[in-house]
């Protein structure tokens, strides 16, 4: 059985014990789930450690027949695309439920929840079945509604549950179309992702269906990545959420979207996805720049985190659109590094929102005095998000920079303003409001800083590993090269070119 298996089994697993643990047994309820998002993050690890470097085909691959009259498996395995995802989905997983300390009522009905999303996650980057592929991620969203509907925070819950339920249900029903109409043109019988890579790549579809299918699996998953101007669900959706839930939701779930386009819609569907290049690279723009405006004008901590993540979106596009290897590459680095730092800045607003009960920075100010901890990971975090060099998100957003210079040069010089000018405009704006001036009188002697090994660990792990990959990129970028060699040669495939490609890929 392949480790992957045991990757996404365990959370699963862990979560139909706790439905059956009474509901009084807070602390072994919390124990289990910290176990085994704890032993899923350490699996994921020696999975990682235990890749092959430069192999470009799938690796701890495990296939089973489900519905053989469909062609639907359970078929699980990695490369360098989606193992840097596994292992930070994994880590975030763990952090997640470590500061989930601040549910105190219905605890057993949240971490089954918390266990069932990670369990989502993890399988959909895993899978390798275009069935499985959606079916996890449906499996991961469902509990992010009931999450936030349930325990969610603020005035402005309900109307945010209304929201974001909204949005990412057109969203997957779209993308579910477009998957769809995919595997019924390919005519292989089979949702299989590697087969159907070698049956299209030897035998495409004609361009005219490759018009059609390719917009609905980029605007079906472009809303669920909050792609502009489809985005406006996500700043909202976070500032209400449970602290997990958004880490979680905005680390990790959020790049399924990208994941799909990268593993699915650019290599099956190239000539549709090279006539809709110059549409994604002025849609990134509103992403940055927009999104980045709107953070300025923010007094709300969470709405910051939330409009600057959405933000950030917009350098993957960019990444994406360039469609060679320096820009494919940094785009996964950014959507691994994203994923950590979103999960680490809302781990600390919503640790801070525990501690002053609001998160209204014109009310916040001298936290550092009072939290040097929690104050110094803030801004440690907020510099990351400016791209400040040593950090994974720095490699990253220049490799972008640098891959879509030659074909969009105007789209470049902008997208570098908006990370340079705008992120850092926003950024030590709330660190000058939030952690430096007099600390408030109207705050009590409650409020105290992260104290004790289980409150710190999970900043620190995340902390760590962002500036473990911005030191030693290689450690990703090598994984990633030969994977995103082979995307970029089925993505630019046209005519004379793809006996070529079809080359490639039986040799995968």
């Not at 176990?35 to 690890?45: P, R």
């Not at 901890?373 to 975090?381: D, E, K, N, T, V």
Request: hydrophobic share 55%.
């Amino acid at each position: 059985m392949s480790t992957l298996t045991y990757i996404l089994g365990w959370p699963l697993l862990a979560g139909i014990l706790v439905v059956f643990i009474p509901q009084n047994y807070r602390f072994a309820i919390r124990l289990i789930a910290l176990a085994a998002t704890g032993v899923s993050m350490l699996l994921a690890l020696k999975l990682f450690a235990q890749f092959q470097t430069g192999v470009a085909g799938y690796q701890f691959v495990q296939k089973a027949a489900w519905v053989e009259a469909l062609g639907i498996s359970y078929h699980v395995g990695v490369d360098g695309l989606n193992i840097g995802l596994i292992v930070m989905g994994a880590i975030v997983a763990f952090a997640a439920a470590c500061v989930s300390w601040e549910i105190t009522e219905r605890q057993k009905e949240f971490y089954v929840l918390l266990l069932v999303m990670t369990g989502g996650i993890l399988g959909a980057f895993a899978s390798l079945d275009l069935f499985f592929f959606f079916f996890f991620h449906e499996l991961a969203l469902i509990p992010t509604f009931i999450m936030i509907g349930v325990w969610g925070k603020g005035e402005e819950k309900n109307y945010a549950t209304f929201q974001i339920t909204l949005y990412l249900t057109v969203g997957a029903l779209i993308a579910l179309v477009g998957l769809i109409a995919l595997y019924l043109q390919a005519g292989a019988n089979t949702f299989d992702i590697a087969e159907l890579t070698q049956r299209l790549t030897a035998n495409p579809l004609s361009v005219n269906h490759q018009y059609f299918i390719f917009p609905l699996l980029l605007f079906g998953f472009g809303i669920l990545v909050s792609l502009w101007p489809f985005h406006s669900w996500a700043p909202l959706g976070y500032g209400v959420a449970p602290t997990a839930t958004a880490m979680l939701h905005a680390g990790v779930l959020k790049k399924f979207g990208l994941y799909g386009l990268i593993r699915v819609a650019l290599p099956l569907l190239p000539e549709g996805a090279q006539g809709w290049l110059h549409v994604i690279a002025y849609l990134c723009l509103g992403n940055i720049l927009y999104c980045g405006l709107v953070a300025m004008r923010q007094k709300d901590l969470n709405l910051l985190i939330g409009n600057s993540s959405v933000a950030h979106m917009g350098f993957i596009f960019l990444g994406l659109v360039s469609l060679n290897l320096i820009g494919l590459t940094g785009a996964v680095v950014v959507m691994v590094a994203h994923g950590l730092l979103a999960a680490l800045t809302f781990g600390l607003s919503g640790y801070l929102r525990q501690q002053m009960n609001t998160l209204d920075m014109e009310q916040m100010s001298g936290l550092l005095r009072r939290f040097p901890f929690a104050g110094a990971a803030l801004i440690m975090a907020m510099m990351a998000g400016c791209g400040l060099p040593g950090f994974a998100n720095f490699v990253g957003e220049v490799m972008v920079f640098f891959a879509a210079w030659n074909d969009f040069p105007l789209v470049t010089i902008l997208a570098v303003w908006g990370a340079a000018i705008i992120g850092g405009v926003y950024m030590f704006r709330a660190i000058r409001k939030v952690l430096h001036g007099p600390f408030p009188e109207w705050v009590g002697a409650h409020a105290v800083d992260a104290s004790g090994f289980w409150r710190r660990l999970p900043f620190a792990l995340l902390l760590a590993v962002l500036l473990l990959l911005g030191f030693v990129p290689r450690l990703l970028t090598d994984k990633i090269k030969p994977s995103a060699e082979n995307i970029v040669r089925l993505a630019t495939r046209t005519g004379g070119s793809q006996l070529e490609a079809v080359k490639t890929v039986q040799d995968r």
